[in-house]
T-cell receptor, first 116, second 114 residues
């Protein structure tokens, strides 16, 4: 089955520790995205990547880092510089066709990160 | 710049009655619009999308939406609500400014009463 996997589903960390969230897709999509969701709020874009070895900051990139060494993988590191890291994190992917914006995103199941 | 406004943060309906979730958009170009559903602690699932073909779009689970350019709206409807429809719904527009980003509305939480 094609899709996006995120692991783990729940993650607990102590304040001051860096933590890496995994996102893997086997849909052969070029673009991948990381979003943060807080209770009662919509999705906020952290980072996105349209091609391997390239990525761009989203609206709330401070305190986060990413890499895109393989098409299938887009891990997100939540660093100790992120002031309020406790949140639900969603990874997504989509097709990229130059000049077309009609392709939907596919989402993973999410990782709930709790930092205490 | 594109933007999306979901006009209701919460909507409550009785089971078996119609559902209307409202979405207005702003876009300089012909937009692509999407509706997603999110159940608690889950990822988002695509309900339907509009990409400049038919203005009335049918999606999964009996949902449909009508693109109205004159009103810049893309409201989501369902004739008869089911308990399993209780979830959060997001209206999304694709960014046509040269990136491949998506702009999300703030979501509408649908409650279905027995």
């Amino acid at each position: 089955d094609g899709g996006i996997t995120q692991s783990p589903k729940y993650l607990f960390r102590k304040e001051g520790q860096n933590v890496t969230l995994s996102c893997e897709q086997n849909l052969n999509h070029d673009a991948m995205y990381w979003y943060r969701q807080d209770p009662g709020q919509g999705l906020r874009l952290i980072y996105y990547s349209q091609i391997v070895n390239d990525f761009q900051k989203g609206d709330i990139a401070e305190g986060y880092s990413v890499s895109r060494e393989k098409k299938e993988s887009f891990p997100l590191t939540v660093t100790s510089a992120q002031k309020n890291p406790t949140a639900f994190y969603l990874c997504a992917s989509s097709i990229v066709i130059t000049g077309s914006h009609s392709y939907e995103q596919y989402f993973g199941p999410g990782t709930r990160l709790t930092v205490t | 710049a594109q933007s999306v406004t979901q006009l209701d943060s919460h909507v409550s309906v009785s089971e078996g009655t119609p559902v209307l979730l409202r979405c207005n958009y702003s876009s300089s170009y012909s937009p692509s619009l999407f509706w997603y559903v999110q159940h608690p602690n889950k990822g988002l699932q695509l309900l339907l999308k509009y990409t400049s073909a038919a203005t009335l779009v049918k999606g999964i689970n009996g949902f449909e939406a009508e693109f109205k350019k004159s009103e810049t709206s893309f409201h989501l409807t369902k004739p008869s609500a089911h308990m399993s429809d209780a979830a959060e719904y997001f209206c999304v527009v694709s960014d046509t400014s040269g990136t491949y980003k998506y702009i999300f509305g703030t979501g509408t939480r649908l409650k279905v009463l027995a």
